[in-house]
């Protein structure tokens, strides 16, 4: 494994445990019902869920870059 790949690795496994940090925006009891609840569709994201989406951000466009840079090196 090159440098690269670990990096992506390193990436990927950040990426997912932020992922898996975020509130989900559904409430799973209207799941089985059909329900939507619109009560706080609008809610301005504020302190710590800010935060997790602009590191998710900012990951995910690390992970895409490092992904192109790394098929350039098996390609050839």
């Known amino acids: 494994m090159t440098f ?3 990096l992506l690795l390193i ?6 445990i932020i992922i898996v940090l975020q509130d989900s925006k559904e409430d799973s009891s209207n ?4 329900e939507k609840s619109e009560l706080f569709a609008n809610k301005k994201e ?3 869920e ?7 951000f900012v990951l995910c466009v690390i992970f895409f870059v490092l992904a192109i ?3 350039f090196f098996i390609a050839r």
Do not use: A, M, P
């Open 4 to 6: 690269w790949d670990i």
């Open 11 to 16: 990436v990927s496994v950040f990426l997912i």
């Open 31 to 34: 799941t089985f019902t059909g």
């Open 46 to 48: 504020r302190g710590i």
């Open 50 to 56: 800010l935060w997790i989406k602009r590191i998710t």
């Open 69 to 71: 840079i790394c098929s």
